[in-house]
């Protein structure tokens, strides 16, 4: 149990445009899901913290205009880079929380390539 | 401010051999401590979680331990095999709902 899944699971795209990923609990709710990035060879940096219904609570630095989240039912976030750029690119990694649970499960993640 | 230290950034070792990855945090109020492994290009896959009231935690040939007090945290892996060969990252979080503070992760590689 406790699966999240991430799609796309790689994306390219042109600077300039915007590009959707999608995060999706898959036999529990997330009440909560997390967004994270991740740069090569390095740690996991928390961009954002979305709770279904309510609008996502940012990381100091990450731009809530440029990283639109979404998290409109208890199993799917979406994470939207908009007007991206090559300094965009890295790994996106979701994870999601159950009502009253401590543990987060991670989805696989999204290799975004800006060119 | 929480700071979780890993080290070494990497290591190679021969398989068969027993080995210890290492981390630190700066803030001993901590909630619980997690142990991630993380293939290439892959997502996190949790391989041990430790609850502040908790010294260590065994799932087969891995073993974590917690120090609180001195802020430290070990994962012990015995009889290393090449499918080992992974990042693994350690974690902190200061309560039931806080985010999770990760580490920058030790590169193990396992040479056959």
């Known amino acids: 149990g406790a699966v999240v899944s991430q799609h796309p699971s790689r994306v390219i795209c042109k600077s300039g445009t915007s590009v959707k990923i999608e995060c999706r609990s898959l036999?529990?709710?997330?009440?909560?899901m997390f967004w994270y990035r991740q740069f090569p060879k390095q740690s996991l940096m928390l961009m954002a913290t979305?709770?279904?219904?309510?609008?996502?609570?940012?990381e100091q630095g990450v731009e809530k205009d440029k990283f639109l989240i979404n998290h409109a039912s208890l199993t799917l976030s979406t994470l939207t880079v908009t007007s991206a750029h090559p300094e965009d690119s890295s790994f996106y990694i979701c994870?999601?929380?159950?009502?009253?649970?401590?543990?987060?499960?991670f989805g696989p993640g999204t290799r975004l390539t800006v060119t | 401010k929480q700071e979780v230290t890993q080290i070494p950034a990497a290591l190679s070792v021969p398989e068969g051999e027993n080995l210890v990855l290492n981390c630190s945090f700066t803030?001993?109020?901590?909630?619980?401590l997690q142990w991630f492994r993380q293939d290439p290009g892959k997502g996190l896959t949790s391989l041990l979680l430790i609850q502040s009231s908790q010294r260590e935690q065994t799932s087969g040939r891995l073993n974590a331990s917690l120090d609180k007090s001195s802020g430290r945290s070990t994962l012990y892996i015995a009889a290393s095999q090449p499918g080992d060969s992974a990042t693994y990252l350690c974690?902190?979080?200061?309560?039931?709902?806080?985010?999770?503070?990760f580490g920058s992760g030790t590169r193990l590689s396992i040479r056959p």
């Open positions: 974690a902190v979080k200061r309560g039931s709902a806080s985010k999770i503070i």
């Open positions: 994870s999601a929380r159950g009502q009253g649970r401590d543990e987060q499960y």
């Open positions: 803030d001993s109020a901590i909630y619980n």
């Open positions: 979305s709770n279904e219904g309510s609008k996502a609570t940012y």
């Open positions: 036999d529990f709710q997330a009440t909560t």
